[in-house]
C-alpha cells in the first residue's frame, strides 16, 4: 500500500499528469479501469498568480476524479507557494471546484524548450539548491501533501536524479516520482531502471516509477527491479484505459480478460462524450481525433478509419465513423 498524506493507494497506481491528454474526461475514465490516483496536466503557477482564466480551466475537477494531484510547473518558490496555496484552498475565482487536490505535484521533468528555456520543468534539475528551496516553501504553504516528478538528469553526463530526490525530501516532499530517462533523451528509450531503484533505496517517503510501461510485464520488472512503491502510466495508457485494469490484475493475481474491439470502441465513445460535455462540441470532436487514433491503433484498418476520423466535424459523424469501423470487424 502507498501512503501519500492521508491518501492511501492500494497499488499505488497513477495516470501520469499528460499536458492535452490527461484532461478531466479522461482522468474518469481510468478512474474506472483501475487507476488509483489521477495528475492533472501541468498548470503554470505564473498563470494562477496572474489569475489566467485558461490556466484556471485546467485546474477544474470533480470528486469523481479523486484522489487527484494538482500539478504546478514554475521556478520562482514564491509564486509557485502563492498559486499552490489557492489551489490547496480553493481560492481561485476562474476554477468552480467542489473539493480540494489531494495534493500538489511539482513539475520538474517537462523538457520542452519553452519549459526547460524558463529555468522551469527539467531544468530545476540543473539548480538542487533551487529544488530545496521550491519544495519547502510549496510545503510551508499548504496543508496538503506536496509530491515532486524528476527525471533521472539532465543528460548522461549529469544523472543526479538521488541528489534531486533528498533535496525534495528533506524540504518536505511526500513522495517522488521518478521517470527514468534524462531531459537530453526527451521520450526515447532506454528507460534508466537503476536509478529509479537507487532513488528508492536512498529514501524514506514513498517512490513511484515511471517510463516505458505499456504491459503487465513491463509493470512486473518496473516493481521487481526497482522495489519502487508505485507505478505511473503514460503513453501506455493513451487509447488503452485497460492498461489499468491489465496491472491490477496481475497484481491481484487474476485472469485478465482484455476488452473486445467492441468493447474498446464503446468506452473510447464514453470518453469522447465526456470531452464534449466538458469542452464543447468543437473542441471535444477536435480533441477526440487525436484520442480516437490511439484506441484503434494498430487494428486492422486503423490506418484509414484514421483518416476518416481526421475529417470529422461533429459527434454524429464520428459516430458513424466508429459504427462503420466496427461492422468490418
Ligand atoms: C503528450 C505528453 C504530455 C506530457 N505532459 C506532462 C506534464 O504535463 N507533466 C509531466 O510531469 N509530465 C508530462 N509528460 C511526461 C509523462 O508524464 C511521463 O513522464 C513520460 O511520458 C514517460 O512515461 P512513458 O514512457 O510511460 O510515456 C508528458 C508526456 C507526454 C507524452
Redesign the pocket.
Known sequence: MLKIGDTELKHGLFL???????DRAFRKVCRQFGAECT?S??ISAKGLHYNDTKTAVLAAFSEEEAPFLI?I?GSDPEIMAESAQRLATNNYKACRNTCIPNGI?I?M??PVPKISGNGDGSALMKNPKLVGEIVKAVSEAVDLPVTV?IRSGWDDDNINAVEVALRAEENGAKAICV?G?TKAQM?RDP?NLDIIKDVKKALSIPVIA?????TAADAKRMLEYTECDGL?????AMGNPFLFSEIKAFLEGREYIPPTMRERMDVAMKHIELMINYKGEYTGVMEARKHLAWYIQGQKGAASAREKVNRAASLEELREIVNAYLSEF
Open positions: 501520469a499528469p499528460l499536458a492535452g491528454v490527461s495528475v496536466e501541468m500539478q510547473f505535484d513539475n521533468g517537462c516528478k521517470h530517462r521520450y528507460v515511471n517510463g516505458g510501461i505499456y505511473m502510466l503514460a503513453r501506455g
